[in-house]
C-alpha cells in the first residue's frame, strides 16, 4: 500500500524558514518522482516542486525558485522541502505527491501558516 506521511508545517513570521518532510512507503522509491503541491484557502491545488529520486532532476513552480529547495535521501525513502524567505502568499496545506500506474497517491496534508 503507497503511503506518504508529511511532517513539519507550522506557524512562521515572513522571511523564516521551515523543512518539510515526506515518507514513502509502499513502492519503489527509486522508480518515481515526488511531489510537493499546495492548496490555499479558496484556491486549486497547485505543484510547486518535483523531484526524481532516480535522477535528482527537479522542478520548481515560478512562485517558489530561489527560495524552496526540494532534495530526497533514498536511503530513507524520504523526500525534504527546506522553504526559506516565506511569504504570506505561502500559507497553505502542503501535500506529497507520487502518480503510480497512472493512480495519484497523496499524502494527508501539512499546514504551513505564514504571519506577516
Known amino acids: 500500500e503507497v503511503q506518504l506521511v508529511e511532517s513539519g508545517g507550522g506557524l512562521v513570521q515572513a522571511g523564516g524558514s521551515l523543512r518539510l518532510s515526506c515518507a514513502a512507503s509502499?513502492?519503489?522509491?527509486?522508480?518515481?518522482?515526488i511531489g510537493w503541491f499546495r492548496q490555499a484557502p479558496g484556491k486549486e491545488r497547485e505543484g510547486v516542486s518535483c523531484?526524481?529520486?532516480?535522477?535528482?532532476?527537479?522542478y520548481y513552480a515560478d512562485s517558489v525558485k530561489g527560495r524552496f529547495t526540494i532534495s530526497s535521501d533514498n536511503a530513507k525513502n524520504t523526500v525534504y522541502f527546506e522553504m526559506n524567505s516565506l511569504k504570506p502568499e505561502d500559507t497553505a496545506v502542503y501535500y506529497c505527491?507520487?502518480?503510480?500506474?497512472?493512480?495519484?497517491?497523496w499524502g494527508q496534508g501539512t499546514q504551513v501558516t505564514v504571519s506577516s
Open positions: 523531484i526524481s529520486s532516480y535522477d535528482g532532476r527537479t
Open positions: 505527491h507520487v502518480r503510480q500506474w497512472g493512480i495519484n497517491y
Open positions: 509502499g513502492f519503489t522509491f527509486d522508480d518515481y518522482a
